[in-house]
């Protein structure tokens, strides 16, 4: 069963950093790209980062360009966001998400999220 497990959030005033981590399991995670969202109260899950399944390309939500770094590491089955200059509106819960394909059928998995919260 596929498993995706974050950690990583936590309390941080603006200008702050904190590296989330996304524990994959249950699936090649090698073979597939890994995504970020965000949600706050009352608004949908926002997409924040996506790298592909090598991490040689990566795509980023405007609000965050310059400040969020997407990796991963294939050979421990993680993904990372790293995100810098923390500001206020970055508060939120992030989720780490895939779609796995199986079977020409395509399926959703998020992890439970992490709760990030930016405030002085």
């Known amino acids: 069963q596929v498993q995706l497990v974050e950690s990583g959030g936590g309390l941080v005033q603006p200008g702050g950093s904190l590296r989330l981590s996304c524990a994959a399991s249950?699936?090649?995670?090698?073979?597939?790209?890994m995504s970020w969202y965000r949600q706050t109260p009352g608004k949908e899950r926002d997409l924040v980062a996506t790298?592909?399944?090598?991490?040689?390309?990566?795509n980023y939500a405007d609000s965050v360009k310059g400040r969020f770094t997407i990796s991963r590491d294939n050979t421990q089955n993680t993904v990372y966001l790293q995100m810098n200059s923390l500001k206020p509106e970055d508060t939120a819960v992030y989720y780490c998400?895939?779609?796995?394909?199986?079977?020409?059928?395509?399926?959703?998995?998020w992890g439970q999220g992490t709760q990030v919260t930016v405030s002085s």
């Open positions: 998400y895939v779609v796995i394909s199986f079977r020409r059928e395509y399926y959703n998995y």
């Open positions: 790298i592909t399944s090598t991490g040689g390309s990566t």
């Open positions: 249950g699936f090649t995670f090698s073979s597939y790209a």
